[in-house]
């Protein structure tokens, strides 16, 4: 049923959004006669994914027409402000001031990695074109969060459970960097593990989002692979970084000048 | 009088808000090894962990050779006012690795003396054969000895002895004692011992300071957890 094509892309009708519904439909029948009781989630989750994505759609066209750098500002901090929160909330473990930490690497690692990629390597014009700008950031915020909280998980963790050998190393007459060399080698390296495992299988288990989006927009395969491995080199640099980052500025609340560790400091997040 | 290694003045200390101890003025002399006893949960613990500076104190200061610990920084002051745990600590190592380990901290600037370290470990009852056996399967007795030696190893002036046999039985506190008594003083060492039992503080030390004199005026509320 599809009409025009337009730059490449085969342009969806309203006949064919229907005829995909009708795959959910399937879905609920099976569940029907299985009893699987899941009609009515798999209906709110069929509405849910139509307005959620029309939402963001409508948002952003919107964006996408924003032209100015201090009308895009707003919407880059907001999303910065967003991943932040999400990445501490993963957290079981919290200290005073671990958010504002969260935001500013995330800030730092992502946001300068992502202008890199816009402005030097793909030259958008001008570099913070939300087109180019928006979608990237979106997709280095998402990994470096789940990286950032993970490194933050696996420190804290740490530092609470072998407070005694931190503590150890402090009364022999280690430094504090010495100290707590291991526990943080170990939260940068947790933290980096799920996008180095991610490079190692991507294209052989599946193809990324991204560059399948793009191969049915009618990008040509290979441009579509060039694409993809700057992101992914991209989000490598950034959730690297964002681990490092996140790591010392932990590292540099939670041991005192005097070479302590504040382990005080460190509180279970309550369950919600 | 010999050298004073250790002074503290007016030192007081808290734990989870409440003040434990105060007023605590005292001065460690070379050669020398001073008790401080008291009942369980009256602040030892949290005093000796304030002198090495691992809490900070509420009050007062802590002086070694008659300088702050700021004066050297704090890691060099450690490594000369070296702090024993109460309840042994041992690395995911080996024995060697739990003795070597300290040799690698920029201040401890000393080289690892295997013969020492094996001729330490003999005098606590454990062969070289131990050096080899995986740290964490010692009994707790054997974990504590190898927490002290590790700590002679790096030749401290003053060790903090946080109930170093309150762990241990019979025998292995007897041993424990033996080497404290003699490497205690060793090269004009000193050492300050955290005890509960007073039969021990005068079995091992020339004087000892009972806390129970520096409580506050209402005393202290006693607490749960490990505090001696």
Redesign the interface.
Known sequence: MAEAQTVGAIELSAIDLAIAGGLVLVAGVVSVLLRLGLEKRLLLAAVRTVVQLLMIGYVLKWVFDIDTLWAILPVVLLMILAAGHAAVHRSSRTFPGVLLRAVGTLAMSGFITTVIVTGVIVGAQPWYEPQYLIPLLGMVLGNGLTGISLSLDTLLEQLVERR??V?????????RW?AARDALADAVRRGMIPTINSMMVVGIVALPGMMTGQILAGADPLEAVKYQVVVMFMIAGATSTGCIIIVLLAYRRLFTP???LDSAAIRARGKK | MSETLLSTIDLAVSAGGTRLLEGITLKLHAGEMLALTGPSGCGKTSLLRAIAGLDDPDAGEVRFREQPPEHTGWPAFRRHVTFVHQRPVMLNATVEENLRRPFRYRHVAREFDRDRAVALLKDFGLGEEHLAQEARTLSIGQQQRVSVVRALLIEPAVLLLDEPTSALDEDARSAVENLLRREGHRNGRAALLVTHDREQARRLCDRSLDLREHLPEAGPRMRGGDDG
Do not use: M, P
């Open positions: 005694d050998e503590e150890l190393h402090l009364a022999l007459g280690a430094t010495e005097r070479h302590q």
